[in-house]
């Protein structure tokens, strides 16, 4: 009798051509699915992968961990070499690791961090792994709200509603901006995100470093969990999940 073994993966994309990481329905192209039906005629047998988060549609990522359970006697390396061999050239699978029966990727997970990379003029070349605050904003302002975002809060006025994660408490252990070359970059992680939740906060502090918006009306619909000023969530090409800690 074959032994059921627990496989972790690290899991590199290019979200852009995706509809976000979660397997959806027929026809419609998924991180999750391309990797599952890949797996699936490796293995030769059905492959259900559980992800450490699931990035919305056009999110990338540098390191999204995953992990599946399987009968098959080949070792995760061979998996890991065929599985790169039929994946399109926009996702990459490395560092295979048998793990413990109970390990799993979302719920073993302790913090998530996820970057996002902002322009400040559109690019044909830069723009496609970054957002666009269309003219500068003040960093210091921005830094203002980054620093009010930290610590455990209701995430309800910064996020979309999601039946499968109905709980809106997240405790931010770091969040704040940086330059890097042309791009600033915002470095944000948490025990968990909500959908959309980096998204919606980024749109907040580009509004608050052009004057849009003030850190006490930030404040105010944090503490409220109500959206009074409108918020809309930034493009998705400059979000990376970025590291998984466990």
Known sequence: MLVMKNIRISVEYDGTSYAGWQRQGRGIVT???????????????PVSLAAAGRTDKGVHAREQIANFKTH?????????????????????????????ADFHARHSAKAREYRYFLIEQPSAIYGRFAGCSFGKSDLQLM?????AIEGTHDFSAFSKEDRDNPGRVCTVTTCRWTRYNRYQVLRISANRFLRSMVRYLVDAMIRAGKGELTLEEFQGMLESGTMTSQLNPVTPGGLFLWKVSY
């Open 72 to 100: 098959s006697p080949l070792d995760p390396p061979r998996i890991v070499h065929s599985l790169n061999s039929l994946l399109p050239a926009t996702i990459r699978v490395s560092h295979p690791q048998e793990m413990e």
């Open 143 to 147: 830094q203002q709200v980054a620093a």
């Open 31 to 45: 991180v999750q699915g391309e990797i599952e039906a890949a797996l699936g005629r490796i293995l030769q047998e």
